[in-house]
């Protein structure tokens, strides 16, 4: 018994001094994502990625969730878009990612047979494996339930729900045509065809075999949803796109709510936002244009300075913003009136995000949620309220949400895993002032049980429009990222994550700080604020900093080693972007932040690579070569030069991997490498 009781109280010490703890304890966490339910409510599916396998849970009635699927491979390939039939018997998901410029699908695991993206059919009562139908994606069920529509190579298609399918193309039109949509009686089918410089809405009739056009103009109309009776369609229309104009992030556009009839495509704008309030407004929530069971039309916009929905009559009168207050809103859902609608965001909690309900016509909203957890992406199964939480120790999983008690109950309990919430630490959120006085955001990740100095590292998330978050994050890629944050402490690391200027959660202005990188690089100053605060608490040793993050934290982190020496003493670069004049020539004309030729110079300026006279601190080079994000050129062009130095450059290169890593293996390997390099370089 002596014996036992001394090994306990070692075992114990080893927890709290941070020596017993392994990465696969952090970062070893099931996700659970993509939630659907029955057209009735009674039958529930979503996907738990456990070690890289991905799978179908299902739970049918008062039945204890069980898996649909048994994929055995950490071989990178997602599964995404479960659709139910209208019976709730069947259930469609896709299996695969979408293909690159060159039209290859990602193929992490570089399996000798390749990739694909693939639509697949299952019997939720069957014991059967589940049957490839089609190469495709999107796939949206027919009434009958026997059909389907989806897309491929910019087409619209139909399927019957078979193995032996053969499908047909629905009808041939120009452009790249998605997002169908079926009119309340499935006669009709609505859809955006891009063509480029503008966009249409279509609704093409299954009846007369015909396409009509629904108001054409030089415009990109989108968005496109049907009134509830079927016989009118509201839409976003933004302006064309000029000669010589280019796609840039970081700005924003006008854009109108349009009223159309469904019969003679005559249309009338309802409202114009006062500025360039669209763009993220759009592209950024899960649902940026809706028309409720009730008659409300709901909407997405940025005028009051956060990104709230709106809500208004057919006509456009009785406007009101019913998510007021400073926050952010990402997501919603109606419920079967009409009347209500459940969101998300940060709302009186500007380091989490709740949800909360609100009457469409009244607005005040009233918190559903509350306190230390982080609840996203709200859902309804009938009555039945649902959203993703997770904590600061455990990861996103899906839970039921009693509105009465305030209960979050998880939908899953069983999850065979080696992962350990026992020695994770509380994050504690900090306030930087920049140099130029700018206020930041971040969190700190220290374990107090420690003492002495140690080593700090300062963490940049990518995007830039992300927010880290006092708890394991929403986004596959951030979960594993906090999850690593959280191992660093426990090795005896104290690191900052810094919420820099260009990100979301903090209001329009915030993320469209001026000259903000190929502008300037303004938010490499709250880096180095962060920098700073860790430099001066008692237990960070000043003279041992890093800074690590991926893609646009890549570049932040270059920035760091390249642009303040005396500061950062070593650096893991993710995929980072280096060069913002061979981005906006290489990657896509402007490089998606609408860099023109005149701001060449300036863009290269605000590039780690335009000067690394003073870059001597070694750097961890890590990228995968498949990234449709971030050229792999850029991590090229960076190594050689700095090798050219004689720099200490160590790199970890993932064939075939993608921008946000596919497969649990190439997360354990960079984190892996990563935490060596810091034991070796600051320790």
Not at 425 to 450: C, M, S, Y
């Amino acid at each position: 018994m002596k014996r036992l009781f001394q090994f306990v109280l070692a075992s114990i010490l080893l927890v709290m001094t941070g020596h017993a703890q392994t990465l696969e304890q952090f970062i070893s966490h099931p996700i659970e994502s993509g939630f659907a339910s029955s057209p009735d409510g009674k039958n529930l599916a979503w996907v738990i990625n456990d070690h890289g396998k991905r799978n179908i849970l299902v739970k049918t009635g008062t039945d204890l969730p069980r898996l649909l699927t048994d994929y055995q491979l950490d071989d990178g390939q997602e599964i995404s878009q479960l659709v139910f039939s209208p019976n709730g018997t069947k259930l469609l998901y896709v299996r695969g990612s979408g293909a690159n410029r060159n039209g290859q699908h990602p193929n992490p695991a570089s399996l000798a047979e390749g990739a694909e993206q693939a639509i697949f059919y299952k019997e939720i009562s069957s014991k059967s494996p589940p049957s490839k139908i089609v190469n495709g994606s999107n796939p949206v069920i027919f009434k009958d339930g026997i059909r389907f529509l989806f897309t491929k190579g910019g087409q619209i298609y139909e399927s019957p729900m078979d193995i032996n399918a053969s499908p047909k193309l629905l009808f041939s039109a120009r452009g790249n045509n998605g997002n169908p949509r079926f009119s309340p009686d499935g006669n009709e089918v609505l859809f955006t065809s891009d063509r480029g410089d503008h966009s249409f809405i279509g609704v093409y009739s299954f009846i007369r075999k015909a396409i009509r056009w629904i108001a054409p103009d030089v415009t990109n109309d989108d968005h496109a949803v049907w009134s509830p009776d079927g016989k009118q369609i509201a839409f976003i229309r933004t302006p064309g796109i000029r000669v010589g104009e280019l796609s840039n992030l970081t700005g924003g556009t006008k854009f109108s709510i349009c009223i159309a009839d469904a019969e003679t495509g005559k249309a009338k704008v309802i409202w114009k936002s006062p500025s360039d309030d669209g763009g993220f407004a759009q592209y950024y929530p899960n649902t940026p244009l809706a028309w409720t069971a009730s008659g409300r039309i709901l909407f997405f916009s940025e005028h009051s300075g956060w990104n709230h929905i709106y809500s208004m009559t057919e006509s456009g009168s009785d406007l009101k913003d019913i998510t007021p207050g400073d926050g952010e809103v990402e997501s919603f859902v109606a419920d079967a009136t009409g009347k209500f609608i459940y969101f998300d965001g940060n709302r009186t909690d500007i380091n989490r995000r709740h949800i909360w309900k609100v009457d469409v016509t009244a607005g005040n909203p009233t918190a559903v949620t509350n306190g230390e957890g982080i609840e996203m992406y709200p859902a309804l199964a009938g009555n039945v309220l649902y959203a993703f939480r997770s904590t600061t120790n455990t990861s996103k999983t899906l839970v039921r949400i009693d509105e009465v008690t305030k209960s979050m109950t998880p939908v899953y309990g069983q999850k065979l895993t080696t992962f350990s919430s026992t020695a994770f630490v509380k994050p504690e959120p900090v306030l930087l002032k920049a140099a130029d006085g700018t206020t930041i955001h971040g969190q700190l990740f220290i374990n107090r049980t420690l003492n002495g100095k140690r080593a700090g590292v300062v963490f940049m998330h990518g995007g830039p429009i992300r927010q880290m978050l006092l708890g394991f994050h929403y986004s596959d890629y951030y979960i594993n990222c906090y999850a690593f944050n959280q191992y660093l402490a426990s090795q005896g690391y104290v690191v900052l994550s810094v919420n820099f200027r260009s990100g979301t959660g903090y209001g329009r202005d915030f993320r469209r700080a001026k000259n903000q990188g190929p502008r300037g690089a303004s938010e490499y100053q709250d880096v180095v604020a962060a920098a700073k605060h860790l430099q001066s608490l008692p237990e960070v040793d000043p003279a041992k900093i890093g800074l690590w993050g991926g893609s646009y934290g890549g570049y932040l982190t270059a920035m760091g080693l390249s642009r303040s020496p005396e500061i950062f003493k070593a650096g893991v670069d993710v995929h980072g972007v280096h060069d913002w004049a061979f981005r906006a020539r290489e990657f896509s004309p402007g490089g998606g932040w609408g860099i023109t030729q005149n701001e060449m110079e300036v863009a290269y300026k605000s590039s780690p690579i335009s000067d690394l006279s003073k870059w001597a601190a070694p750097v961890l080079v890590v990228h995968g070569d498949d990234d449709r994000n971030v050229l792999f050129q850029q991590s090229t062009d960076l190594v050689e030069k700095l090798r050219d130095k004689n720099v200490a450059v160590e790199v970890l290169i993932l064939p075939d991997e993608v921008h946000g890593f596919l497969r649990y293996e190439s997360w354990k390997r960079v984190f892996e490498s990563a935490k060596d390099f810091f034991d070796r370089k600051l320790k």
